[in-house]
């Protein structure tokens, strides 16, 4: 299971805020002993689940629909 480590908010085109979550993998008693292969590297998903991924600090897609979200400042 992952860890959540940041919750982003966003809006879509539409002007509706959803919530984007960056997750990184679970620490194991294999990766502190440096013997795990996950460097701590992270994945975002929507509440719902759906993938996304990063443009820029400020910007991100949906990895299904290509639909893109800005970061809420």
Do not use: C, H, K, W
């Amino acid at each position: 299971m992952d860890d959540v480590i940041r919750a982003i908010r966003v809006v879509d085109a539409n002007g509706d805020e959803l919530m984007l979550f960056e997750y990184r993998a679970a620490t194991s008693p294999r990766r502190i002993l440096g013997l795990g292969r996950n460097n701590g590297a992270t994945r975002l998903a929507l509440d719902t689940g759906e993938p996304a991924e990063r443009v820029d600090d400020d910007t991100f897609v949906i990895v299904a629909s290509g639909e893109q979200l800005t970061r809420i400042p």
